[in-house]
């Protein structure tokens, strides 16, 4: 891995890439400090200790969040939007005619399609951001245009967000989206760092749990690694060929079924049910005056009683509870296998083998070969959804078991710190092979 970057270095086409991903980091880091006027900071600090979902929202962000700065959203109303259409082109038979058989222009069709999506959810979610932020206080001006001014500028900061992790991917390494997330989450880690740190040196953390925290926390950091690169490689033997007059005899290969074939999709699925609902009620949970952003529309009663619905949800659906816990590892692990689904299709697989000439050895072409794929993917699925649904839970609850409060370690950050990590490694592995080649040709 340090061969190749060192290599990746040296290489003039590589290290451009490399720098303008920094670059855009820059940019990044440079958006989170512009920040939204007439903002009441120590209100907007009680609202973000009130909120387990401003807190996940806050740490995918990088702290634009908790300076609520024009990206404060961040990139997750793309992530959703991009989630969306992938499960419309298998519900939509037009989609996914499109996805499949469209080329070029079919893929940048669906990536149109998911950019005005991207708008529609961002200008919701911004929306009710806005009507919640005046609704405590947040904002010193609660005019009307003020209020459509800081959608306005929310959604155009994710807007950028957008933009720039596309950039990412087309003049950088890896994939845009993922960087900017990725660095979003790594920016924080040295805030949690020094605050640990000065935790300990006060005597408030103790020094054995949290020495005990952090050799667990890498042990969870490589069985990640683990889960990312392991494959159950299912062997493929490719018929005879006869070309011209020459018979060429069959050659042995494999087909690499990934063990963790959705990723971090499943939990962030997971945890958006989990306290999207209750933030909901949250926002339209409190009484008081009317919001002024209502008045665009005529009079709106705002209603009282999800006030007790949402203090019922809070009692019942803490992240401390275990009922909640319990849900979080059921839905985990049902999404697990849902997009497992999605991502690998056994028939198109089969189908391909058929028409290739290949085959499973042992077993027949065609419908049989179907049913032994799906046998090894519900293995492999079972195998890794118990594992997502364990790393869901278990780092909160050793997290409270241990006593450790100033360092945040969540299940979401560490596949997507690794996973990201990992895919842009092989990315650079790729591209120095790709470049070794052309070398070899020109020779």
Same mark, same amino acid.
């Given at each position: 891995?340090?061969?190749?970057?060192?290599?990746?270095?040296?290489?003039?086409?590589?290290?451009?890439?490399?720098?303008?991903? @920094?670059?855009?980091?820059?940019?990044?880091?440079?958006?989170?400090?512009?920040?939204?006027?007439?903002?009441?900071?120590?209100?907007?600090?009680? +609202?973000?200790?009130?909120?387990?979902?401003?807190?996940?929202?806050?740490?995918?962000?990088?702290?634009?969040?908790?300076?609520?700065?024009?990206?404060?959203?961040?990139?997750?109303?793309?992530?959703?939007?991009?989630?969306?259409?992938?499960?419309?082109?298998?519900?939509?038979?037009?989609?996914?005619?499109?996805?499949?058989?469209?080329?070029?222009?079919?893929?940048?069709?669906?990536?149109?399609?998911?950019?005005?999506?991207?708008?529609?959810?961002? &200008?919701?979610?911004?929306?009710?951001?806005?009507?919640?932020?005046?609704?405590?206080?947040?904002?010193?001006?609660?005019? &009307?245009?003020?209020?459509?001014?800081?959608?306005?500028?929310?959604?155009?900061?994710?807007?950028?967000?957008?933009?720039?992790?596309?950039?990412?991917?087309?003049?950088?390494?890896?994939?845009?989206?993922?960087?900017?997330?990725?660095?979003?989450?790594?920016?924080?880690?040295?805030?949690?760092?020094?605050? &640990?740190?000065?935790?300990?040196?006060?005597?408030?953390?103790?020094?054995?749990?949290?020495?005990?925290?952090?050799?667990?926390?890498?042990?969870?950091?490589?069985?990640?690694?683990?889960?990312?690169?392991?494959?159950?490689?299912?062997?493929?033997?490719?018929?005879?060929?006869?070309?011209?007059?020459?018979?060429?005899?069959?050659?042995?290969?494999?087909?690499?079924?990934?063990?963790?074939?959705?990723? +971090?999709?499943?939990?962030?699925?997971?945890?958006?049910?989990?306290?999207?609902?209750?933030?909901?009620?949250?926002? @339209?949970?409190?009484?008081?005056?009317?919001?002024?952003? @209502?008045?665009?529309?005529?009079?709106?009663?705002?209603?009282?009683?999800?006030?007790?619905?949402?203090?019922?949800?809070? +009692?019942?659906?803490?992240?401390?509870?275990?009922?909640?816990?319990?849900?979080? @590892?059921?839905?985990? +692990?049902?999404?697990?296998?849902?997009?497992?689904?999605?991502?690998?299709?056994?028939?198109?697989?089969?189908?391909?083998?058929?028409?290739?000439?290949?085959?499973?050895?042992?077993?027949?072409?065609?419908?049989?070969?179907?049913?032994?794929?799906?046998?090894?993917?519900?293995?492999?699925?079972?195998?890794?959804?118990?594992?997502?649904?364990?790393?869901?839970?278990?780092?909160?609850?050793?997290?409270?078991?241990?006593?450790? &409060?100033?360092?945040?370690?969540?299940?979401?950050?560490?596949?997507?710190?690794?996973?990201?990590?990992?895919?842009?490694?092989?990315?650079?592995?790729?591209?120095?092979?790709?470049?070794?080649?052309?070398?070899?040709?020109?020779?």
């Amino acid at each position: 891995m340090f061969d190749n970057l060192r290599a990746a270095v040296l290489v003039p086409e590589i290290r451009q890439r490399v720098l303008f991903v @920094f670059f855009a980091f820059a940019w990044f880091v440079f958006m989170i400090h512009v920040q939204l006027p007439n903002v009441n900071q120590d209100a907007w600090q009680r +609202v973000l200790q009130s909120g387990a979902f401003y807190n996940l929202l806050g740490f995918l962000s990088g702290g634009a969040l908790q300076k609520l700065s024009i990206i404060a959203m961040g990139i997750t109303p793309y992530i959703n939007a991009s989630i969306i259409m992938q499960l419309m082109t298998v519900v939509l038979p037009q989609l996914e005619e499109m996805a499949k058989k469209g080329g070029e222009e079919g893929r940048k069709k669906i990536s149109q399609y998911t950019r005005w999506l991207t708008i529609v959810l961002a &200008t919701i979610q911004g929306t009710f951001m806005a009507i919640s932020m005046e609704r405590s206080g947040v904002f010193y001006d609660t005019s &009307t245009w003020y209020l459509l001014y800081a959608i306005v500028a929310m959604v155009g900061g994710t807007l950028f967000l957008m933009w720039l992790g596309e950039q990412i991917s087309d003049k950088g390494i890896g994939n845009g989206v993922s960087l900017i997330i990725f660095i979003g989450i790594v920016l924080r880690y040295p805030q949690y760092v020094k605050q &640990t740190y000065a935790s300990a040196s006060q005597g408030s953390e103790s020094l054995l749990n949290l020495i005990l925290y952090i050799v667990i926390a890498i042990v969870v950091i490589v069985s990640i690694v683990f889960l990312y690169q392991g494959q159950r490689r299912v062997p493929v033997q490719q018929a005879r060929r006869v070309v011209g007059r020459k018979m060429f005899a069959g050659r042995s290969t494999y087909i690499p079924l990934r063990l963790n074939n959705a990723g +971090v999709i499943s939990i962030i699925f997971a945890i958006s049910i989990l306290l999207l609902p209750q933030q909901a009620l949250s926002w @339209f949970g409190r009484t008081g005056a009317q919001p002024t952003f @209502f008045r665009l529309f005529g009079p709106f009663e705002v209603p009282t009683n999800p006030a007790a619905i949402a203090n019922v949800f809070n +009692v019942w659906f803490s992240p401390n509870g275990l009922i909640y816990n319990i849900v979080y @590892f059921a839905l985990v +692990v049902i999404f697990t296998f849902f997009y497992s689904s999605i991502v690998l299709n056994t028939r198109d697989v089969a189908d391909n083998l058929k028409k290739t000439g290949a085959f499973v050895p042992g077993i027949r072409p065609g419908q049989p070969t179907v049913d032994y794929l799906n046998k090894i993917l519900m293995r492999i699925t079972t195998a890794a959804a118990i594992y997502l649904g364990l790393l869901a839970v278990l780092p909160g609850a050793l997290q409270r078991g241990l006593s450790v &409060t100033t360092f945040y370690l969540g299940s979401t950050s560490l596949l997507i710190v690794v996973g990201v990590a990992l895919d842009t490694i092989t990315q650079i592995e790729a591209r120095l092979a790709m470049r070794d080649y052309r070398g070899f040709i020109k020779r």
